[in-house]
Structure formats: structure tokens, C-alpha cells
């Protein structure tokens, strides 16, 4: 059974930064995409990042230059450096992973940006 799960949310000031990180139990086909999703109170959730198997990203307009996915084949996991958080930036965090047959979700991390 594949299980994600986050670590690393909490409280920033604005302009601060924030490293989460995701880590997979169970085994998953070797073609798999990881993305970074969150969804802020009373708002849908997003994209904020992905990053294909072999290393290509996506990132959504709004964090472009200050978020940077990244993943760790040999451990398993990925993760999202934050940097320059704005108070818009305020949501639960989740990651996800696609792989062949299926997809699957974190619990979710909270991260809060305020002064």
C-alpha cells in the first residue's frame, strides 16, 4: 500500500521561507510524477508545482521564482523550498504522486504566512 507523508509546515513571517518535504512508502511503478497541490480556506484546490520523472517541472504563475520542487529518487520523496512566502501563500499543502494505474495523496501540511 503506497502511503505520502508531509512534513515541515508551520508559522512564517512574510519574506520568510519554508522547506516541505514528502516521503513514499510502498513500491509505485518507476514512471511517476510528484506534484505539490494546496487549497486555502473556501478556495479550490491548486497546483503549485510537479516534476516529472526524469526532472521536468511545472510551476503555477503565482509561486514561479520563489518556490523550487524537487525529488530524491534514492529516498523516495520530494520536496518544496519556499522562499519569499507571501500571506497568499497561506494554505494546507499536500502531495500527491501519478503513477501508472493510480494516484495518491498526503494527508496534507498547514502553512501559515503572517506577521
Known amino acids: 500500500q503506497v502511503q505520502l507523508v508531509e512534513s515541515g509546515g508551520g508559522v512564517v513571517q512574510p519574506g520568510g521561507s519554508l522547506r516541505l518535504s514528502c516521503a513514499r512508502s510502498?513500491?509505485?511503478?518507476?514512471?511517476?510524477?510528484w506534484g505539490w497541490y494546496r487549497q486555502a480556506p473556501g478556495k479550490q484546490r491548486e497546483l503549485v508545482a510537479n516534476i516529472a520523472t526524469f526532472g521536468s517541472t511545472n510551476y503555477a504563475d503565482s509561486v514561479k521564482g520563489r518556490f523550487t520542487i524537487s525529488r530524491d529518487n534514492a529516498k523516495n520523496s520530494v520536496g518544496l523550498q519556499m522562499n519569499n512566502l507571501k500571506p497568499d501563500d497561506t494554505a494546507v499543502y499536500y502531495c500527491?504522486?501519478?503513477?501508472?494505474?493510480?494516484?495518491?495523496w498526503g494527508q496534507g501540511t498547514q502553512v501559515t504566512v503572517s506577521s
Open positions: 510502498g513500491s509505485i511503478s518507476r514512471f511517476n510524477t
Open positions: 500527491r504522486i501519478d503513477v501508472v494505474g493510480g494516484t495518491y
